[in-house]
């Protein structure tokens, strides 16, 4: 596609349901990344991906969050046991050449997540 | 640790002044340094950016220089528009490592 596309663009649970975030990356670049902002502050790192393999998940939060990446393309990152403090918007971002100076990474318009 | 600070917003400014955005960082290493904008509905969008001391990033009328002795990276426009209202990031990526590291957020206000 031209760009990073998330969906849903919004997403509204209940604390403790499981819900699933979608990126699709732009086509042929091989880093995906998921970034987290609260309300007023600049994006949080969760996970980075290199092709299908989380080459460092060191920013997720705890072990009710979880991303995939099977085939090297869309990712999926899954929140178990929603709590209201996970309430936030999620970004993905994707870029052709991580570890580099050419790393500029591209944005998708983010999912709000809501947790009543 | 790696980290950026900008300053506090919102700035309000009329249309045609002059703009600067204050951003400076601490990094071990050799940081690359970005501006990204986020129009209100939209995802972030990289402005322009610098990978080494005394590179001058522009875009759009945007410059900022990458002052290694200040370790600072200001975002200047010499005439705003209504069309600049966006909230402005300041971040930096190591080489050696891969996420951006992001200041919390400009928010400008342009007003006719």
């Known amino acids: 596609g031209a760009g990073v596309s998330q969906t849903p663009s919004n997403k509204v649970t209940e604390k403790g349901k499981y819900v699933e975030l979608r990126c699709d990356p732009i086509?042929?670049?091989?880093?995906l990344y998921w970034y987290r902002q609260s309300l007023g502050q600049g994006p949080e790192f969760l996970i980075y991906?290199?092709?299908?393999?989380?080459?460092?998940d060191s920013g997720l939060p705890n072990d009710r969050f979880f991303a995939v990446r099977p085939e090297g393309s869309v990712s999926t990152l899954k929140i178990q046991r929603t709590e209201r403090g996970d309430s936030a918007v999620y970004l993905c971002?994707?870029?052709?050449?991580?570890?580099?100076?050419?790393?500029?990474?591209?944005f998708g318009a983010g999912t709000r997540l809501s947790v009543l | 640790g790696d980290s950026v600070t900008q300053m506090e917003g919102p700035v309000t400014l009329s249309e045609e002044a002059f703009l600067t955005i204050n951003c400076t960082y601490t990094?071990?290493?050799?940081?690359?340094l970005f501006w990204y904008v986020q129009y209100p509905g939209e995802g972030l969008q990289l402005l322009l950016k610098?990978?080494?001391a005394d590179d001058k990033g522009s875009n759009k009328g945007f410059e900022a220089t990458y002052r290694k002795e200040t370790t600072s990276f200001h975002l200047e426009k010499g005439s705003v528009q209504v069309s600049d209202s966006a909230v402005y990031f300041c971040?930096?990526?190591?080489?050696?490592?891969?996420?951006?590291?992001w200041g919390a957020g400009t928010k400008l206000i342009i007003k006719p």
């Open positions: 971002a994707s870029s052709l050449d991580p570890g580099t100076a050419k790393n500029i990474q591209y």
């Open positions: 086509s042929g670049h091989t880093a």
């Open positions: 991906f290199q092709g299908t393999g989380a080459a460092d």
């Open positions: 990094a071990t290493g050799y940081p690359s």
């Open positions: 610098a990978t080494k």
């Open positions: 971040a930096l990526n190591l080489d050696s490592n891969y996420q951006l590291i």
